[in-house]
């Protein structure tokens, strides 16, 4: 693109993916999560080019760019501008401060793995612009506006899990973070000789296909037949065990298991909150394969590489617990590893994963670290 022949960048932003350590569908329900950015990241290059709206955006990762105007912004047909596209309508529907900026971006994050590369994406753009025209939208605003702009622009109704976590962390934390309230609880994270390792299965089912959507709708399905039994509930969260067990004739077999799934889920997010406060970290890897076992039967989002991975686990005494992280249908497997496990084990994982689905796995370490930063170049 030819702006990239006199770049001379004004402004810095290290947009964080995210891992969550447990609560996978409860956000959407208005539960509970806990996730925090991890030392993975977009770096985003921003420069204002004087123009009222034209902007012009680069990715070194796909070695590819666009073109967008702020006066005629419309989804593409082409998935990741899609991001982008959505943030600049969001952005444009609070503000006339916006104005033409060239940005170039480089993504250290693997895709599609579950550790929301979209996020990071959605939300480094959006502080970037927030900061380089000094448009005075707040984080909050950041993160919200973040996720309609996946709403309406990729067409994914996502929760607020991935936006919040990739802005609002702190490094060393965890996010204990009520869904319903978004009030944030800092949980700071010590789990030596414990890591947390990823093992991305490198496989993604789509998740803007269908699949996520529908779980969504058929949580709001049993929110309606419950709601004829209990009429003060407005979400999930607001729902026993007992109440679904009263309701299961009219919830129906589907939509009985989701949102029981709902419901367990919100519980063991609390209880491993409480376990990571606890240093009980045996406690924590039981919740983990529990929430496995819920993702695979119950909300039905896993897939049989990530099933692998997970079960391959669990003949292993230095492993505590593992599971599928993220929407689903792929992505990475977290799993709470004794660090002197992790040589051998990896290599043994990857050796089996390789000789069932001939994929090779993608191994990473991730840190806790901080949210969003921007930098000002003078
Ligand atoms: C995706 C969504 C989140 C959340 C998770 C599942 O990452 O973006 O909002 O729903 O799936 O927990």
């Known amino acids: 693109m030819q702006f990239l022949q006199n770049f001379s960048p004004q402004l810095l932003v290290d947009s ?23 030392d993975k990241k977009i770096q985003f290059k921003f420069q204002k080019n004087g123009s009222a709206g034209i902007c012009n955006i680069y990715s070194q990762s796909y070695d590819r760019g666009f073109t967008a105007d702020l006066q005629l912004l419309n989804p593409s047909t082409i998935e990741w501008e899609n991001y982008i596209l959505g943030v600049l309508d ?15 971006i480089e993504s250290k994050l693997p895709m599609g793995s579950g550790v929301s590369s979209s996020a990071a994406l959605e939300c480094g753009l959006a502080m970037g612009l927030n900061a380089l025209f000094e448009l005075g939208l707040s984080k909050e605003t950041i993160v919200t506006l973040s996720r309609d702009a996946e709403h309406n622009f990729v067409g994914t109704k996502c929760g607020i899990m991935d936006q919040y976590a990739s802005v609002m962390s702190k490094k060393g934390h965890v996010i204990l973070l009520d869904c319903k309230t978004l009030i ?4 700071p ?9 990823m093992l991305n299965s490198n496989v993604s089912h789509n998740l803007a296909s269908s699949a996520y959507n529908t779980r969504r709708e058929e949580c709001e399905k049993g929110v309606q037949i419950l709601k004829q039994m209990y009429p003060q509930i407005n979400s999930l969260r607001d729902v026993s065990l007992e109440m679904i067990d009263q309701s299961k004739n009219s919830l129906g077999d589907i939509i009985y298991r989701r949102c029981s799934y709902v419901v367990k889920e919100n519980a063991r997010v609390l209880a491993a909150a409480a376990a990571l406060a606890h240093n009980d970290l045996n406690r924590l890897g039981i919740l983990l394969y529990e929430s496995h076992q819920g993702i695979q039967y119950d909300y039905e989002v896993s897939c049989p590489e990530t099933d692998f991975l997970v079960h391959f686990s669990k003949t292993y005494d230095s492993i505590l617990g593992s599971r599928q992280m993220g929407g689903g249908f792929g992505g990475c497997a977290i799993t709470l590893i004794h660090e002197e496990a992790i040589p051998d084990y990896v290599n043994d994982v990857a050796k089996a994963y390789q000789k069932k689905f001939n ?15 921007v930098t000002v170049i003078k």
């Open 16 to 38: 964080p993916g995210r891992i969550n350590i447990i609560g996978e569908h409860t956000d959407y329900n208005l539960g509970y999560v806990l996730p925090t950015a991890i």
């Open 184 to 187: 944030p609880n800092y949980i």
């Open 359 to 373: 994929i090779t796995l993608s191994p990473f370490e991730a840190l806790p670290d901080e949210g969003t930063k």
């Open 90 to 104: 969001q952005i444009v529907q609070r503000t006339d401060k916006l104005k033409g900026f060239d940005c170039v």
């Open 189 to 197: 994270i010590t789990i030596a000789p414990y890591k947390l390792l």
